[in-house]
T-cell receptor
Framework: GDSVTQMEGPVTLSEEAFLTINCTYTATGYPSLFWYVQYPGEGLQLLLKATKADDKGSNKGFEATYRKETTSFHLEKGSVQVSDSAVYFCALSPAGGFKTIFGAGTRLFVKA | DAGVIQSPRHEVTEMGQEVTLRCKPISGHDYLFWYRQTMMRGLELLIYFNNNVPIDDSGMPEDRFSAKMPNASFSTLKIQPSEPRDSAVYFC????????????????FGAGSRLTVL
């Protein structure tokens, strides 16, 4: 079945460091891909999305590119801030479907 | 819009008691999802509704769990009887079919209900 695999955390970085969180997926056809972020005590919120191959989603300095050939959707940010500390979830929604399947989440700590 | 509203935010109960979690989706959204989040299993989809009709409840762990959506603005998830292994954060999320015209099913989550069963 469809699945999402993302790198285990926690990831600890200093402020202004470069961030990469790896995400790969298994799915038939062309799913939609997402990154959601969860701050402490809150629900998940959409960070960015991409709906077809080679699409780049971006928001708040975060970017991810839909790579069909490597079935990947890695999250990147050039310079992280303390306020970026959260749990990040990679997710997919199958083509023509309504279920969203989430990865295990990666916790990010950013130190001042 | 106030977003997806869940209640209670925290619930502590004893094993064997009935638990009812409530959700008010975003007005106009036609899909509603219940997820459970635990450290061991991550985010699991329990059930989802379209226009108040349950579409897929294959994620409901056992008969002790039930969910209803009597109208477009209200849904409940009930656990009876509750067990310690049901302790988790339960999230409700909603989405709008029309958004799929953009090729993506974007979920809006509530803040969650943290359940502790002693």
């Amino acid at each position: 079945g469809d699945s999402v695999t993302q790198m285990e955390g926690p990831v600890t970085l200093s402020e202004e460091a470069f961030l990469t969180i790896n995400c790969t997926y298994t799915a038939t056809g062309y799913p939609s891909l997402f990154w959601y972020v969860q701050y402490p005590g809150e629900g998940l919120q959409l960070l960015l999305k991409a709906t077809k191959a080679d699409d780049k989603g971006s928001n708040k300095g975060f970017e991810a590119t839909y790579r069909k050939e490597t079935t990947s959707f890695h999250l990147e940010k050039g310079s992280v801030q303390v306020s970026d500390s959260a749990v990040y979830f990679c997710a997919l929604s199958p083509a023509g479907g309504f279920k969203t399947i989430f990865g295990a989440g990666t916790r990010l700590f950013v130190k001042a | 819009d106030a977003g997806v509203i869940q209640s209670p935010r925290h619930e502590v109960t004893e094993m064997g008691q009935e638990v009812t979690l409530r959700c008010k989706p975003i007005s106009g959204h036609d899909y509603l999802f219940w997820y459970r989040q635990t450290m061991m299993r991550g985010l699991e989809l329990l059930i989802y509704f379209n226009n108040n009709v349950p579409i897929d409840d294959s994620g409901m762990p056992e008969d002790r769990f039930s969910a209803k959506m009597p109208n477009a603005s209200f849904s409940t998830l009930k656990i009876q009887p509750s067990e310690p292994r049901d302790s988790a954060v339960y999230f409700c999320a909603s989405s709008l079919w029309g958004d799929r015209g953009l090729g993506a099913n974007v979920l809006t989550f509530g803040a969650g209900s943290r359940l502790t069963v002693l």
